[in-house]
């Protein structure tokens, strides 16, 4: 039998914060597919109480709380404000540390930790997916008679590959236009720079024109957002000392991201590293100094002009930014002050698309299902184009709709902000599904 070791175990009274009260079950996308209580986040917190009492964290406790998103949907539903990010953080470090998982389940997870946080080899994988994709390898795997006979995680990985495009690197340091507001460092995240340098770009060019000194730290690390989020710790608190290493070394006055999942690990870097002497002070300091791109831009008024942008969009909310940074009204907001785009609400929004992380890679199937219900959401708007601020998102979304035979234009905020700062037009044309009204136009001549 496995318990629990000393280091950082879930906290009693959190456990009995939680009143049972039944709150967080809409929310759950776990239980809203299954219907099973220990698939639920009341139900997760009660097998943590039975592990405090002396149960064990293999079998039930450990199956129950892989199959959790941590989404933190339940954080932002429960009236009595339980914190089951901070249970669900420690349960997960602790069945990390001392459950014996099989031996295939212990080889995907180490080849996924081997290849996502290492941005170097991810680039590799980018020129692999290039090829592939070349080649017509990859659009042969993702036929239907070819791709239902892949074993599920191959098949999520072969459908998640996104297209590569050409790179777009983001100079060292860009001046701001016009007076400076205050010198920021860019976190350019490890699959958000391999596959999307574009939205990168995208995000550099609309904050230097609102006013931004921005610096691009060469080398950056991994943030450490995916092992925290698996309860890697070790290897979460390595990054994060190299993250805040990278940048006070590059001495910003802010550090903004554009990737949700990104943005709340580093928000919580005072968490993790609270226990660690020498390092606690700074990674708080540190987490208070970074900001998710529409958190920053909606705070200080508009200087850069905001040019029409003719477009119907449905937004995404990330479930990283929504329910663990609060971060909500915001990029709506920001949306609503480009001039013709129109902007749609996703009916069921709050409820996660199915990525979160690697979940999608480790727990293919409920995945794949929360991703095909996201997707026939965004098409219920009529809008053919979806709108977010996480490139796991992107990717989920984006799969999903390819899948379903109605493929959706997926899009960065970063990306409409900045086409609308540049009088370009909307990119993918932001057009209604057929059905939803007239055909829109993409936009303008370009500016």
């Excluded at 170097?120 to 993702?142: I, K, Y």
């Excluded at 006013?211 to 698996?230: F, I, K, N, S």
């Excluded at 991703?371 to 990717?395: F, H, Q, W, Y």
């Amino acid at each position: 039998m496995t318990g629990l070791d000393g280091h950082r175990p879930p906290s009693r009274a959190l456990v009995d914060e939680c009143v049972h009260c039944g709150f967080c079950l809409p929310s759950c996308p776990t239980y809203v597919l299954w219907g099973e209580e220990a698939d639920s986040p009341r139900g997760r917190i009660h097998l943590m109480g039975q592990v405090l009492d002396g149960a064990a964290l293999e079998g039930p406790v450990a199956k129950h709380l892989d199959r959790c998103l941590s989404c933190l949907a339940c954080v932002t539903a429960c009236p009595s404000g339980v914190r089951y990010d901070e249970l669900v953080e420690a349960t997960r470090a602790q069945i990390e540390r001392n459950v014996a998982r099989p031996l295939g389940e212990r080889a995907l997870r180490a080849a996924i930790f081997a290849l996502f946080p290492h941005p170097r080899r991810l680039r590799g994988a980018r020129r692999a997916v290039a090829a592939a994709e070349r080649t017509g390898l990859l659009g042969l795997a993702r036929r239907p008679a070819v791709a239902r006979h892949l074993p599920g995680r191959l098949r999520s990985l072969v459908a998640l590959a996104p297209p590569v495009r050409p790179v777009e690197a983001v100079p060292a340091r860009l001046p701001a236009s016009g007076e400076r507001r205050a010198t920021v460092g860019l976190l350019t995240g490890c699959v958000q720079d391999a596959f999307f340098s574009h939205v990168n770009a995208a995000t550099a060019r609309v904050l230097q024109a609102e006013g931004y000194e921005v610096v691009t730290p060469p080398g950056q690390p991994c943030c450490g957002a995916l092992a925290g989020h698996v309860g890697r710790e070790d290897e979460a608190k390595a990054a994060a000392r190299a993250t805040i290493d990278c940048f006070a070394r590059a001495g910003v006055d802010r550090v903004v991201v554009n990737a949700a999942g990104c943005g709340s690990a580093m928000k919580a870097y005072g968490r993790l590293l609270a226990d660690e002497p020498g390092d606690a002070d700074r990674a708080a300091r540190f987490a208070a100094a970074t900001v998710d791109l529409a958190e920053l831009l909606a705070a200080t008024p508009p200087r850069a002009v905001r040019h029409p942008l003719p477009g119907v969009v449905a937004y995404h909310d990330a479930c990283h930014a929504a329910h663990a940074q609060g971060i909500h009204a915001e990029p709506r907001a920001l949306l609503a002050a480009i001039p013709g785009l129109e902007v749609r609400e996703i009916p069921g929004g709050s409820l996660c698309c199915g990525s979160a992380g690697v979940y999608n890679l480790l727990e293919p199937e409920p995945a794949r299902q929360l991703g095909e219900r996201k997707a026939a959401a965004v098409r219920a708007t009529g809008a053919a184009t979806v709108v977010t601020s996480n490139p796991g998102c992107l990717l989920q979304l984006t799969a999903a709709a390819r899948e379903a035979g109605t493929p959706l234009v997926g899009l960065h905020l970063a990306e409409v902000l900045d086409a609308s700062l540049r009088g370009d037009r909307l990119p993918g044309g932001g057009d209604r599904l057929p059905g939803g009204g007239d055909r829109l136009p993409g936009g303008g001549d370009r500016r």
